[in-house]
Antibody, heavy 123, light 111 residues
């Protein structure tokens, strides 16, 4: 059974870089059938798509975050990672990693989610 | 303001039918992109409920159904149960924004 687990610091200082890793177990991140991505949820608010990556390295980012986001993949460790630079209090959220699949890229949905990790931006 | 518009809340008595709307535009739902629905129970991660407008993943009760028409989509829950109390989100793709978009979420309350 495929499982995803987020890990990383729970507290980040303003203006610094948030770094999270998602470890995939029970399946290969190198499958050609799937993309992998990050979604976040600020306290008491809705979901926001951050970005998506293919095992070959192709990435797609939310335009509103694109200048600050980098998503990378490490197939040898079956992991993918998120870096968000120049963070502020507005980046405080629960961050989820999820597997994406679908008939075609534009129709992709998130079918397996991690449990999420809370990141607070504060000095 | 979310690109996809959902009512903030809906409620119903046990056994009743409730529907949640997801209204988009010609750059997302109206452009033919699939709509997907997620259920988020309190304090947990979202769970895929409906994919490709109307398909249920294995294990999702047939009380949940999805439909799409024009620039809108809907999620229906029939035979409402206490365990259905949760937040529900629609999701699609938007060509103007070049990315995936979510609705603002709808809280379902079982009276």
């Amino acid at each position: 059974q495929l499982q995803l687990q987020e890990s990383g610091p729970g507290l980040v200082k303003p203006s610094e870089t948030l770094s999270l890793t998602c470890t995939v177990s029970g399946g290969s991140i190198s499958s050609s059938s799937y993309y992998w991505g990050w979604i976040r949820q600020p306290p008491g608010k809705g979901l926001e798509w951050i970005g998506t990556i293919y095992y070959g390295g192709t990435t797609y980012y939310n335009p509103s975050l694109k200048s600050r986001v980098t998503i990378s993949v490490d197939t040898s460790k079956n992991q993918f990672s998120l870096k968000l630079s120049s963070v502020s209090a507005a980046d405080t959220a629960v961050y989820y990693c999820a597997r994406h699949q679908g008939a075609a890229y534009y129709h992709y949905y998130m079918d397996v989610w991690g449990k999420g990790t809370t990141v607070t931006v504060s000095s | 303001q979310s690109v996809l518009t959902q009512p903030p809340s809906v409620s119903g008595a046990p056994g009743q039918r409730v529907t949640i709307s997801c209204t988009g535009s010609s750059s997302n739902i109206g452009a033919g992109y699939d709509v997907h629905w997620y259920q988020q129970l309190p304090g947990t991660a979202p769970k895929l409920l409906i994919y490709g407008n109307s398909n249920r993943p294995s294990g999702v009760p047939d009380r949940f159904s999805g439909s799409k028409s024009g620039t809108s989509a809907s999620l229906a829950i029939t035979g409402l149960q206490a365990e259905d109390e949760a937040d529900y989100y629609c999701q699609s793709y938007d060509s103007s924004l070049s990315g995936r978009v979510f609705g603002g979420g709808t809280k379902v309350t079982v009276l």
